[in-house]
C-alpha cells in the first residue's frame, strides 16, 4: 500500500508545471512572433498568430539604428563592473571569514546594511557625488555605483562559500608559511569558482538591466546603454513595437548565454554555506 502510494502520479502538480511553462512560455513567444513582423502586420493581424510574412525588418531596423554602439557600452559598464564586484567582494569575504577581530563582524554588519537601502532612496547623493567629482555622461557614472551597489549581496554570497572550505586547509598552508595574498589566490579562488559565477551572473544581470542609473547619470547618445536605447524606436505620436521587441530579443542574448555557460555553478553558489 505504501509503495502504491509513492508509485501513484502526483496529476495535480504535473498540471500545475505545465500551466507554468505556459506562463513562462507565453511572453517568450510572443516577444519573438511580433518582433518578426512589421509595424503594420503587428496592427492587423493576431499579436499570438505566427505571422503570415515573417520578416528581418524590424533587426535591419536595430542594427542600423547605432545598436552596436549601445551594446558595446553595456558590455563595457557590466564587465569592469562584475570584475570590480568580484575582486572586492572576494577579498572582503576572505578577510571577514579569516579575521576574527570584533572589528570584521562589525564590519560585515555595516556592509550588510547595504541591503537595507533601496536604490531609488540614494539616487539623489549618487547624482550631485558624480557631477561633482566630474563623472557625469561618462561610462564610469554606470560602473561605480553599479559596484558600490552589488558589493553587499555579493560579499553574502562569498563569506558563507569561503566558511564552506575546510579550516585545515588554511593551517596547513599557514604552516609551510604562505601569507594571505598566496592563500587568497591559491586556495580560496579555485575553490570559489562556483560562488564567483554565481555573483558574476546575478550582477552581470542587474547592470545589464539597470536603468534608473543610466536615466539620471547620462545623458549624449555616445554612453547610452541598451535599456536606454529602446527610446530610439519611440516617435512622437506611436511607437514602433517590433522594432522595441527586436531590440530585447538581441540584448537578451548575451545575458542568456552567460547564464547557460554557468547554469551548473548557479545553484550551488546560492546554496552554499546556508546548511550550517
Not at 578577510?95 to 560585515?108: E, G, I
Not at 557625488?129 to 552589488?150: M, N, Q, R
Not at 554612453?223 to 538581441?250: H, K, T
Amino acid at each position: 500500500m505504501t509503495r502504491a502510494t509513492k508509485q501513484r502520479p502526483n496529476i495535480l502538480g504535473g498540471l500545475a508545471g505545465w500551466a507554468w511553462l505556459v506562463v513562462v512560455i507565453l511572453p517568450i513567444y510572443f516577444l519573438v512572433v511580433t518582433s518578426l513582423r512589421t509595424q503594420q502586420d503587428y496592427f492587423r493581424e493576431n499579436p499570438l498568430s505566427f505571422p503570415s510574412e515573417p520578416t528581418l525588418q524590424a533587426y535591419r531596423l536595430v542594427l542600423e539604428n547605432h545598436f552596436l554602439r549601445y551594446l558595446t557600452n553595456s558590455v563595457v559598464v557590466t564587465g569592469a563592473a562584475v570584475v570590480c564586484i568580484l575582486v572586492a567582494a572576494l577579498m572582503a569575504a576572505y578577510y571577514l571569514v579569516r579575521s576574527r577581530t570584533a572589528l570584521s563582524q562589525r564590519l560585515l554588519q555595516v556592509i550588510l546594511l547595504g541591503l537595507a537601502i533601496p536604490l531609488q532612496a540614494t539616487i539623489i547623493p549618487v547624482y550631485y557625488l558624480i557631477v561633482k567629482i566630474g563623472l557625469y555622461d561618462t561610462l564610469w557614472a554606470l560602473i561605480w555605483p553599479s559596484v558600490a551597489f552589488g558589493i553587499p549581496i555579493s560579499v553574502l554570497i562569498l563569506v558563507n562559500f569561503v566558511r564552506d572550505i575546510p579550516g585545515e586547509l588554511f593551517e596547513s598552508m599557514r604552516v609551510d608559511g604562505v601569507g594571505d595574498w598566496r592563500m587568497l589566490l591559491a586556495l580560496v579562488l579555485p575553490l570559489s569558482r562556483p560562488a564567483l559565477m554565481t555573483v558574476g551572473i546575478y550582477e552581470a544581470l542587474q547592470v545589464w538591466n539597470g536603468f534608473l542609473f543610466p536615466l539620471v547619470l547620462t545623458q549624449s547618445s555616445e554612453v547610452r546603454v541598451l535599456p536606454l536605447s529602446l527610446w530610439s524606436y519611440q516617435g512622437e505620436f506611436s511607437v514602433n513595437i517590433p522594432a522595441v521587441l527586436a531590440a530585447v530579443v538581441l540584448s537578451a542574448l548575451p545575458v542568456l548565454t552567460a547564464y547557460i555557460i554557468g547554469r551548473r555553478q548557479l545553484v550551488s553558489g546560492l546554496t552554499a554555506g546556508f546548511s550550517k
